[in-house]
């Protein structure tokens, strides 16, 4: 299996509503070269992907990170207690998926351990507390609540709950 599909040039060429001689021409890569790698006929040097990136607005990792096959990544959940809460936890590198369940009256509050992430609480059944630094929010089944995961915070079970957590990598600010 080949890891790398540059038919994604041609996807992005025609968004771009560009021909090949327009990408030859902008990137100084033969349009023999921009044809052979929409057809995965070829690959690349990396002056080559910097080149045809730069026409496209884009970087060379970027580039290169479109044309990577998508293979599935599949992971087993670890399972830990935090407090009262019970979670089964899969992490990723953009993203960690918390599936926790805690009896009425369960407190967690452990912002020390939060990256720079987003987080997302989904209350599938039960309902919960969240408490941030200047407002509370009292969520039922069904109900979801994102806020910035450095944000002090506090879990509590209003009623026995199963909910889901995800922490969400924020983009790179600067």
């Known amino acids: 299996m080949e890891l790398f ?3 994604i040039l041609r996807d992005l060429r025609k968004k771009a509503q560009l021909s090949i001689a327009d990408v030859s021409a902008g990137s ?29 607005g884009i970087t060379a990792a970027e580039l290169l990170s479109l044309a990577e096959a998508r293979l599935a990544h599949p992971l087993h959940a670890t399972e830990h207690r935090s407090e009262e809460f019970t979670f089964q936890e899969i992490n990723y590198k953009n993203i960690r998926c918390l599936h926790g369940s805690a009896p009425k009256g369960s407190r967690v509050s452990r912002p020390k351990i939060h990256r720079d992430d987003y987080e997302l609480c989904w209350v599938l059944s039960g309902a919960l507390e969240i408490t941030l630094p200047s407002e509370r929010h009292e969520l039922a089944a069904g109900q979801s609540l994102q806020f910035d995961a ?12 199963e909910l889901l957590i995800l922490h969400i990598r924020k983009e790179k600010r600067f």
């Open 5 to 7: 599909d540059f038919s």
């Open 28 to 56: 100084g890569v033969s349009a023999s070269v921009i044809s052979k790698l929409e057809r995965n006929q070829t690959r690349a040097e990396l002056d080559t992907l910097y080149r045809l990136a730069r026409v496209f």
């Open 150 to 161: 450095l944000l002090e915070h506090t879990y509590l079970a209003l009623e026995d709950c």
